[in-house]
């Protein structure tokens, strides 16, 4: 706060406006402006991508609601011409439609693969997070398919609103009891398919492989070549104590127990996680019910 001088007589102090140098003032004003003009132009483009592909459904007779149709657009960081193409070769109505009833509810009581509570994100990007324990998963005894039908009913879930199809969401595998006996080529090309978008429209920004086991790289060579140079690098294999690097201050108490209580001494065992189970019967009973009032299917 600036003060008058005692120097200065009566009338010599009257208020004066105060400016700021004119190179800062000048260049916040740029700024603002800069930014104020991206962002519009952003806008611009964003809703014209949606005006093409809008038109584009309408003259293929593709049906797809407009929420789905913005998913394409902004997995393909609205470029028109790429989202075209996504929608007229990889759109599938069985796998954007699905519902948590019959063999998929059932699939989802096997723990394999199941969004963690909402409440958890990402340390940078707020996306939200989905657990897999690969070890629950036997491709030799059950089809691929339900295991895809498990993963994009979650990434369908996961991107239910704009901002959550903008934020993404990030994938954690525990690769806790993981053998050779869980994989199979077909299983994981289908898995990482998915996973990149090429089944339903939802952008996975952040795959963490925590803790698997000493001999995964001989897996790891099998598995890179299914990914797109972008998609690897958002592949990080980690000790679970690095979860703090990707994941926000307080992720414990959201993982469940069989992760977040590893490496815990007994009395910190009562506050690490959520119990397994519990997480997948909350999220399946709510679902139920959603569909349920969304189709008027009665379970």
């Not at 913005?70 to 997995?75: G, S, T």
């Not at 790429?82 to 109505?93: P, Q, T, V």
């Not at 397994?276 to 008027?296: A, C, M, N, Q, R």
């Amino acid at each position: 706060m600036m003060t008058l001088s005692p120097l200065l007589s009566p009338s010599a102090r009257k208020p004066r406006l105060l400016s700021m140098p004119s190179g800062l003032a000048d260049g916040e004003s740029s700024s603002s402006s800069a930014a104020g003009s991206s962002q519009q132009s952003q806008r611009r483009k964003e809703e014209i991508c949606l005006q093409i592909l809008r038109r584009f459904c309408e003259m293929s007779d593709i049906q797809l609601s407009d929420h789905t149709i913005f998913r394409y657009a902004c997995l393909h960081h609205f470029n028109a011409q790429k989202a075209k193409s996504a929608i007229r070769n990889c759109h599938d109505r069985h796998y954007l439609d699905l519902r948590m009833r019959g063999e998929l509810e059932e699939q989802f009581y096997s723990c394999a693969l199941f969004p963690l509570p909402a409440g958890l994100k990402t340390k940078k990007g707020n996306s939200s997070v989905f657990y897999m324990r690969p070890s629950r998963y036997d491709p030799t005894k059950t089809p691929t398919k339900k295991i895809i039908e498990n993963l994009c009913y979650v990434l369908n879930d996961r991107s239910n609103t704009r901002q959550r199809a903008r934020d993404g969401v990030a994938f954690v595998a525990n690769m806790k009891g993981w053998t050779m006996h869980n994989f199979s080529m077909d299983y994981c090309r289908q898995f990482m398919y998915a996973l990149q978008g090429h089944i339903v429209p939802t952008r996975v920004v952040l795959f963490l492989i925590v803790n698997p086991p000493s001999w995964f790289g001989n897996v790891w060579k099998l598995m890179r070549p299914m990914l797109s140079k972008s998609f690897s690098r958002k592949v990080h294999i980690v000790k679970q104590e690095k979860l703090a690097d990707y994941l926000m201050k307080g992720y414990d108490k959201y993982l469940p127990d069989e992760l977040a209580a590893a490496g815990k001494n007994t009395d910190e065992l009562a506050a690490a996680g959520k119990n397994t189970s519990e997480i997948v019967e909350d999220y399946v009973d709510l679902k139920g019910y959603e569909d349920e009032e969304e189709t008027g299917f009665e379970l």
